[in-house]
């Protein structure tokens, strides 16, 4: 299944109830043309020490599903750390080469709650059942020189008689829809849907999806938010 990724930089983002109690900020990195480093601050909520691993990865699209490489591109410090009850760590990272700022790069730093001996041997419990060991996935973005933000828009009739929205990002910066309103003549919906996509430059992706109710004619409107900006879109009904 693709993963995507609607994440506000500065916002605290918490994980509790059956997973280790830790807050992250920012949870989402943009750097600009003449920035090549930057850090989060990861902070232990809980009353129990936490060993964390980070690792960095390359991340890419290929017919609109993700992909993850390793890389070297990015240097994290510390790559493995204890976060102590109540306490703080900051996690820097920066970049390694030089990069095409023609268009947008992006990397994920994937960071793990490494198992204590004693998980390893019986996993924690908690009021809530068993204790799950946490992941997160951080997405940082190195923008390019100059940003393009357009986009292409159609709605078609599947077999089986769904919408398939298709959007194809043609700038050069991903961008994220967050939401999703389809209408005809009509005021009530056809397709109404919140969601958190990620499309990358060049990358394209499809929603199918059950309409609430009968199409009335072929001209549709999309209500769209993507990046937080909402947009109107006119669009033909293809068959």
């Given at each position: 299944?693709?993963?995507?990724?609607?994440?506000?930089?500065?916002?605290?983002?918490?994980l509790s109830a059956a997973a280790s109690d830790l807050a992250l900020?920012?949870?989402?990195?943009?750097?600009?043309?003449n920035e090549d480093r930057a850090a989060l601050t990861l902070t232990n909520q809980g009353n129990d020490p936490v060993v964390m691993q980070v690792e960095p990865v390359s991340w890419t699209q290929v017919d609109?599903?993700?992909r993850y490489e390793p890389t070297r591109d990015l240097l994290v410090n510390p790559p493995v750390f204890t976060v102590g009850a109540h306490q703080a760590q900051v996690i820097r990272i920066g970049l390694r080469?030089?990069?095409d700022r023609q268009h947008e790069v992006a990397y994920r730093l994937i960071m793990r709650e490494v198992p204590s001996p004693q998980q390893e041997a019986s996993p924690l419990s908690t009021a809530n059942g068993v204790r799950v060991l946490l992941q997160l996935r951080v997405p940082v973005y190195f923008n390019p020189e100059t940003i393009t933000t357009s986009a292409n828009?159609?709605?078609?009739?599947?077999?089986?008689?769904?919408?398939?929205?298709?959007?194809e990002n043609t700038g050069n910066v991903h961008m994220v829809v967050s939401n999703l309103v389809v209408?005809?003549?009509d005021p009530t919906p056809l397709v109404e849907e919140k969601m958190s996509v990620a499309v990358f430059p060049g990358q394209s992706f499809t929603w199918k999806r059950k309409l609430l109710r009968q199409a009335k004619g072929n001209k549709l409107t999309l209500a769209v938010v993507t990046d937080g900006n909402q947009r109107t879109v006119e669009v033909n009904l293809s068959p």
């Open positions: 299944m693709r993963s995507s990724t609607l994440l506000i930089a500065g916002l605290l983002f918490a900020m920012p949870v989402r990195i943009v750097l600009k043309p609109g599903q993700d080469k030089k990069i828009w159609k709605v078609s009739r599947t077999a089986d008689g769904q919408l398939a929205i298709e959007v209408r005809d003549a």
